[in-house]
């Protein structure tokens, strides 16, 4: 693979379910991000991990959790999904904190019914 | 607060010129990225400005001004593949990306 893939592309889920989305990429990044993306805002920072083993809270944290075990893999996790939760979802990664442009995965389209 | 704003939409013909502005408000400043976002795509990294002035690449400049919170992004001759949705983005002290809601852009023929 090359660059950051994402799963699953899209995904209908009931109301209280839990849900993990994927994030995998190959280039070795330190720094990963996960935003969603609502029609008529802007991107919106979820979580975030400076490098593997950390991870850091975004504008909208509440009722996701995230986890960085290795460089390679950020996944999210919706404990209990709400319809409010219902967005697309991306996946980005820099190779440092400083100022670099920011790499985006294929994202994940999530409707919670 | 932090704030990002920019037009909704925006509309120009196949050809023409257009610029797209964005006006920032953030806690600290570390320069300020040009996304384009195809519809059901991700965003592509377009330009980054962190100096006052332009950055010419190709048919598409960006220029920043620090002391007025402001850019702007010009296309030029324009091409119906560039009908998408540009987002202004502007890093904080943290070193996070600030948003805004993106202006989508209509080419006609």
């Known amino acids: 693979i090359a660059g950051i893939t994402q799963a699953p592309t899209s995904q209908i889920l009931a109301a209280g379910r839990r849900m993990t989305l994927r994030c995998t990429q190959d280039m070795r990044h330190n720094a990963m991000y996960w935003y969603r993306q609502d029609l008529g805002l802007g991107l919106r920072l979820i979580h975030y991990?400076?490098?593997?083993?950390?991870?850091g809270k975004g504008e909208v944290p509440d009722g996701y959790s995230v986890s960085r075990a290795n460089t390679d893999d950020f996944p999210l996790t919706l404990a209990s999904a709400v319809p409010s939760q219902t967005s697309v979802y991306f996946c980005?990664?820099?190779?440092?904190?400083?100022?670099?442009?920011?790499?985006f995965g294929p994202g994940t389209r999530l409707t919670v019914l | 607060g932090q704030n990002i704003d920019q037009p909704t939409e925006m509309t120009a013909t196949e050809g023409a010129i257009v610029q797209i502005n964005c006006t920032y408000q953030?806690?600290?400043?570390?320069?300020l990225f040009w996304y384009q976002q195809h519809a059901g795509e991700a965003p592509t990294f377009l330009s980054y400005n962190v100096l006052d002035g332009l950055e010419e690449k190709g048919r598409f400049s960006s220029f920043l001004s620090r002391s007025k919170g402001y850019s702007y992004l010009l296309l030029k001759e324009l091409q119906m593949k560039d009908s998408a949705s540009y987002l202004c983005a502007a890093m904080d002290s943290n070193y996070q990306l600030i948003w805004g809601a993106g202006t989508k852009l209509i080419i006609k023929p």
């Open positions: 991990s400076n490098t593997a083993g950390t991870t």
């Open positions: 953030t806690s600290g400043f570390n320069g």
């Open positions: 980005a990664s820099t190779p440092g904190q400083g100022a670099s442009e920011q790499f």
